[in-house]
C-alpha cells in the first residue's frame, strides 16, 4: 500500500484509478478546485485528512474513513461505492452518500441533506444526523443510537431495524416496509402513514396524527404523547402504555389502552377494536 503524508492535493481527480493507497494527515483544497479526488479506486484508506472540493469518493470499492472532516463545499462526497468504513468523521456536505452499500459509519457528526438515498446494507452506530430526506429509498439499515434532527426521514425504506435511537423528525417512515423500530423516542407530525409490516416495540412516539393508512402495523408496550386522530384507516395489533387524545377509524385489529379521550367513527368499515384497561405485564390485553 502506497502511502502519502502531510500533503496538499487540489488538482482533478487526484489519484484516479489507484489502487492499494494510504492517505494520511493530506489536506484537498486548492485553487485549481479539481473534483473526484479518489474517483474509481480501489483499497483506500484515509485518516485524518480534510477535504474541502466535491465529489471525492466515487465508484470507490474498499473505503476506510477515519477522523476526517469533509466540510459543507465537499457536497456529493461518497456516491456509487461500496465495503464502506467511517468513524469519527464529520459529513458537512449535501447529499454525502447515496447509492452505496455494504458501509458502517460510527462516531460520526453528519449534517447533510438528502442524505443515504438508495443505499443498501448500511450500519450506523453513535451517529448525530441533522438532515431532510435522510436515507430515503434505502434497505437492509441497521441503527443503534443514532440521534437524527430534520423532516422526512426514512420515506420508502425496507427490511430495517433501529435500535435505541432518537429521531425529532416529521413524516417519517412513509410508505416504509418491514422495520422494526425498538427502545427509541420518534417525535414528529403524521409519523408512518401507508406503512407496511412496521412494529415498534418499547418506544415513545411523540406528535399529531400517527400510523394512519398503515397495513401490518404493531405497536407493543409503547408510550404515545400528543397523539391525536390516531390510526386513521389503518389495520392495528397495538399495546399503548398511555392515555390517547383521540382515535379515529382504525379498520381492523386491536388497539388496547388505558384512556382515549375520543373514539371517532365516522366511516363504515372502521372495525378496528378499542380496549380501555390497563396493559398488562405480558404486553397483551387481557
Known sequence: MKTVTHQTF???RAFYGSNGILARECTFDGPADGESAFKECRDVQVERCFFNLRYPFW??????????????????ALWYSDHIDIENTKLHGIKALRECSHGKLRGCDIDSAEFGWSTHDMAMEDCTAQSEYFMMRSTGLHFRNVHLKGKYSFQYIE?????????DTKDAFWHAKNVVVCDSVVKGEYLAW?????TFE???IIGTQPLCYCRG??????????ADL???RSEVEATITTPVISIKNPLAGHICVPAVGEIIRDIDGAGGEVQIQPPRASGACA
Open 202 to 204: 418499547r418506544c415513545r
Open 230 to 232: 390516531a390510526f386513521e
Open 194 to 198: 401507508y406503512c407496511e409490516n412496521v
Open 217 to 226: 402495523l404493531k405497536l407493543i408496550d409503547c408510550e404515545m404523547t400528543g
Open 59 to 76: 465508484h470507490d470499492h474498499g473505503l476506510a474513513i477515519r477522523d476526517s472532516e469533509l466540510t459543507p463545499l465537499c457536497r456529493a
Open 159 to 167: 427490511d430495517s431495524i433501529f435500535e435505541n435511537c432518537q429521531f
Open 10 to 12: 487540489d488538482a482533478e
